[in-house]
């Protein structure tokens, strides 16, 4: 999984439904996570702070609190 993430439009998750609301404090820090990563990779942040002064970890968060991050979850459909 080399593949590298430049302002990437959306995180996906594995668990099927749109979301734009964060409904566990596990969800969050995994897309924190991902987003951070992201950053480090080259990403531009969506929200007006410097990346030489805050920790990638921080401005993903902060992103996360403003709405500015779109992610989708999706859910696995169960066997029959």
Known sequence: MAEKIENAEEINLEETFESQEID????KIILAAQRSK???RGATPRIDMDLKRHKPTRIAMKELEAGLINFRTTR???AH
């Not at 566990?24 to 969800?27: A, E, F, G, H, V």
């Open 24 to 27: 566990s404090k596990y969800r």
């Open 38 to 40: 992201q950053l480090q």
């Open 76 to 78: 696995e459909m169960p």
